[in-house]
């Protein structure tokens, strides 16, 4: 998820950004895509499935990403498994992939970028590619801009680059995901309905009509993301919770200023936003950060465990569960929770109200606006599972399980 955001392209087929962003890796744990990889010399065609459900892979996207892969692609010899592929016939070999997210897709929390990263990250593998992970981010990028982030772990930046063809715009990791570990991460998924706009034409229309988008791409992400970069390695959360909501807030408004305008966050996520808001004023420094990419979920960055859980029992309060089962209303870490001292329904309905609030508290409880909520940390990047029970493909039909 950015905290820096990218929005708008230089250039659209190569996929450069109009601005550099930097973002977080969730903890593959709570959020991940896992993508089985298979190749077969009887395999006809090149064929994926996403979900379950078979997709094509005739999109320029998934077609970069191929291309750019076999022509980095390697010998491979596994005399275990009776295995001999030479490098150039990787050119000719048709490859099976299937990919789950546990996580809704398309709903603007980021499945693109962790789809992608993990489909090149897997393909590599499979060719025996070489690349750092460096490398493979400016693959990953001609796929969504976003996944160049989502190969490394911890903070990530995607830095712009100057080469025409692209080849130094690739992501770099800042920190890695144990740095900051007083972080929490509590996600409100208020929806898992794909969005209207999807990211790539929502950016495209700001870039053509916003007059405010030039102004935020020049004079103000470069120092923002100058001063985000100290934040984070100073882990000075103040600073980074000031700049993450900003840029949020920023970010919402080009979206606006876009022609039509583009409403990604809703009411549900102002009702967050304000609450978050609230609670800091009234601390004085603080305490949760909020941020919502291309749709209305909301992701919330807390200073702390215990910051984290005064969080959660706002959160709860004003937005409690429409069903008793409060287990799959709190998924992730659910330590969290129990640390919350929240074990069922009841003790969810006897929280006080926040101090913060002086108004008519029944107008600030809102029932069966938020679908889940995810708690999370700052997790690592790609990585190769070695079990073959997690595989995707049937190793015997190369077919979905
Ligand atoms: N696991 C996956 N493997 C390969 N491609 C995927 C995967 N998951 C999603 N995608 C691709 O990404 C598309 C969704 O991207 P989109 O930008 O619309 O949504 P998002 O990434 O969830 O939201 P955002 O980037 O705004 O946070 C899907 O239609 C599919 O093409
Ligand atoms: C709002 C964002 O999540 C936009 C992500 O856009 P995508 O990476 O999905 O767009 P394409 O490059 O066209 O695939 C902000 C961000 O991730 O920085």
Redesign the pocket.
């Known amino acids: ?2 905290v ?4 708008g ?1 230089r250039d659209e087929k190569l ?1 450069l950004a109009m601005n550099e ?1 930097i ?1 977080v890796t969730f903890d593959p744990t709570h959020l991940c895509t896992t993508t089985t990889v298979a190749v077969s010399p009887v395999f006809d065609r090149d064929r994926m499935w996403l979900n379950g459900k078979e997709m094509s892979l005739s999109g320029r ?1 998934y077609q970069n990403c191929l291309r750019e892969i076999r022509a980095r692609a390697n010998d491979v010899e596994d005399e275990t498994k009776g295995i001999k592929i030479a490098k150039n016939d990787w050119e000719k070999l048709h490859v099976h992939i299937s990919s789950n997210n546990n996580f809704p897709t398309a709903a ?1 929390l ?1 499945s ?2 962790s789809g992608f990263a993990c489909l090149v990250f897997a393909l590599a593998k499979l060719m025996n590619v070489q690349e750092d992970n460096g490398k493979l981010s400016a693959i990953a990028r001609q ?5 160049c982030r989502s190969l490394h772990g911890g903070f990530v930046k995607w830095v712009m680059g100057k080469e025409e063809d692209g080849s130094d715009s690739i992501a770099v990791q800042l920190v890695d995901e144990k740095y900051w570990d007083d972080l929490v991460i509590i996600i409100a998924v208020v929806s898992s309905q794909q969005k209207e706009t ?3 034409s929502g ?1 495209l229309q700001t870039v053509e009509t916003s007059t405010l988008m030039e102004y935020r791409a020049k004079e103000v992400v470069p120092k923002r993301v100058i001063e985000m970069e100290e934040a984070i390695k100073n882990r000075d959360f103040s600073t980074f919770a000031r700049l993450t909501c900003a840029e949020n807030n920023q ?1 919402h408004a080009i979206c606006l200023d876009t022609s039509p305008p583009i409403f990604y966050m809703n009411d549900t996520s102002h009702r967050i936003i304000s609450c978050v808001e609230k609670w800091n004023r009234s601390v004085g420094t603080p305490q949760a950060a909020y941020t919502c ?2 749709g209305p979920n909301v992701v919330l960055m807390a200073r702390d465990r215990e910051a984290a859980t005064l969080l959660l029992r706002r959160l709860l309060f004003h937005f409690p569960p429409n069903s008793t089962d409060i287990d799959s209303y709190v998924v992730g870490d659910k330590l969290i929770l129990k640390d919350a001292g929240v074990q069922n329904i009841n003790d969810v309905e006897s929280l006080p109200p926040p101090p913060e609030i002086e108004d008519d508290v029944l107008n600030y409880k809102y029932k069966d606006e938020i679908r889940y909520f995810i708690c999370t940390r700052p997790g690592k990047g790609a990585v190769l599972l070695t079990d073959e029970s997690q595989a995707l493909l049937d190793p015997e039909t190369g077919l979905p399980k």
Do not use: H, L, Q, T
């Open positions: 998820m950015s820096i955001k990218y929005w392209k996929i962003s973002s996207r603007g980021a693109s970028a796929g969504s801009g976003s996944a999807s990211s790539s950016m970010f990419d291309a």
